[in-house]
């Protein structure tokens, strides 16, 4: 159906040098896309990461949560010319793995939640900056996908239909949304539906389970997700977004996750993978009977 891959939260929070082996690994484990989740583009290791993707033959892409310091839909304009600036340099970025996107929440700050509620303003400062980063992303062939996420996280976009209304708004073609499983669990009614709203503006998928643990490890139904990517025809990626056991007492302030579902990224890659690619073929099974 579609490749299937990680994200490099596995290993990091900040990706660094020390990380780069996870490429290999990544590839013994049986991906066929790494994710590289960047929170600081100034510092992340480009050109030896664009070396070992080309060495193991894997695809890339990029994703992003957005600091606080740098907010697009913030009323101190500072905050937002550092967005800019931010996710210029994450375009370059991607340019240089040779990733086709980038994704996450890179619309507005990740923790900010303004007055509560979306503002016209929010939404009108929103576009602004948008087109600007599409027309500089489009010039170097880069989609821009727009990450909906849990209200607890952000108050802008939450859900798959608030995602194709800012579409419809900045009225650019290399705008796309990005669907994570674990915030559809929480902000969307039904997950196919979800899908289908997004049809082929739908870019790259992060498939996490309802608990924030791999596929197979919570109750998202995952044979729904998957019937609705084959019935929009998705050609993007589905990279297991979860965290590295190994660390929690670092990533947990970030994320919430407090407990191991494994011992080692590695164990909890290859037991998501496993359990994804035995939903790819009932699902498959299922459309050929």
């Not at 970030?254 to 939903?279: C, D, K, M, N, S």
Request: net charge negative.
């Amino acid at each position: 159906m579609f490749r299937l891959g990680v994200d490099t939260w596995l290993w990091a929070c900040t990706f660094e040098e020390k990380h780069l082996g996870c490429i290999a690994e990544s590839k013994e484990l049986g991906a066929q896309v790494i994710d590289f989740s960047i929170n600081d583009p100034f510092v992340f290791p480009a050109q030896e990461a664009a070396e070992l993707l080309r060495k193991h033959g894997i695809d890339s892409v990029t994703s992003t949560a957005l600091p606080l310091s740098c907010n697009p839909i913030s009323p101190v304009k500072e905050e937002r010319e550092a967005a800019k600036r931010f996710l210029k340099k994450l375009i370059d970025v991607t340019v240089e793995l040779g990733a086709p996107l980038t994704g996450g929440v890179n619309y507005c700050a990740s923790g900010y939640h303004g007055t509560g509620l979306r503002t016209a303003e929010e939404t009108e400062m929103c576009a602004e900056y948008l087109h600007e980063i599409c027309a500089y992303a489009a010039d170097r062939g880069i989609d821009v996908a727009m990450e909906p996420v849990k209200r607890f996280e952000s108050h802008f976009i939450n859900t798959a239909a608030q995602a194709m209304e800012m579409i419809s708004i900045v009225n650019v073609p290399n705008l796309k949304v990005h669907l994570d499983t674990f915030h559809m669990n929480i902000e969307e009614a039904d997950f196919a539906e979800a899908i289908l709203t997004c049809g082929d503006k739908l870019a790259h998928m992060h498939l996490v389970d309802s608990n924030r643990g791999a596929p197979g490890m919570g109750h998202v139904p995952w044979i729904d997700v998957f019937k609705a990517l084959k019935k929009i025809d998705y050609k993007g990626a589905g990279c297991i977004e979860t965290f590295n056991p190994q660390t929690l007492d670092v990533t947990a302030p970030l994320t919430f996750l407090t407990r191991r579902f494994r011992e080692t990224p590695g164990e909890i890659v290859e037991f998501g993978l496993r359990y994804l690619r035995a939903i790819e073929t009932i699902v498959s099974c299922s459309a050929d009977c």
